[in-house]
């Protein structure tokens, strides 16, 4: 998938599943972000599908998400993105909790 055959199978799946419902969600975020603005903490971020999508619209994201795994796919997703974008997104792997 993005080069890591050790990730466990529901991280392998994940974009592919869950993804299926993101234009709701991601149409859902961006309406209340119009409202608030930012920066985004986005809490269990995954794979980064809502992330990756709302920086593009020049929002400061941190993410945080308990599974490595996802965390790593997430990774990779974010190292083909340009720099610009690279630079205004932080992950962590930590508890929600424990932040």
Same mark, same amino acid.
């Given at each position: 998938?993005?080069?890591?055959?050790?990730?466990?199978? +529901? +991280?392998?799946?994940?974009?592919?599943? +869950?993804?299926?419902? #993101?234009?709701?969600?991601?149409?859902?975020?961006?309406?209340?972000?119009?409202?608030? #603005?930012?920066?985004?903490?986005?809490?269990? @971020? #995954?794979?980064?599908?809502?992330?990756?999508?709302?920086?593009?619209?020049?929002?400061?994201?941190?993410?945080?998400? +308990?599974?490595?795994?996802?965390?790593?796919?997430?990774?990779?997703?974010?190292?083909? @993105?340009?720099?610009?974008?690279?630079?205004?997104?932080?992950?962590?792997?930590?508890?929600?909790?424990?932040?």
């Amino acid at each position: 998938m993005y080069g890591n055959e050790n990730i466990d199978p +529901v +991280v392998k799946y994940y974009d592919e599943t +869950v993804g299926k419902t #993101g234009d709701y969600e991601l149409n859902w975020y961006k309406t209340k972000l119009k409202q608030f #603005g930012g920066p985004i903490l986005d809490l269990a @971020c #995954g794979t980064g599908r809502m992330s990756l999508e709302l920086v593009k619209d020049n929002y400061n994201i941190i993410g945080i998400d +308990v599974s490595e795994s996802m965390l790593s796919v997430f990774r990779k997703k974010l190292d083909l @993105c340009p720099k610009e974008l690279q630079n205004r997104i932080e992950i962590h792997q930590n508890q929600m909790t424990d932040f």
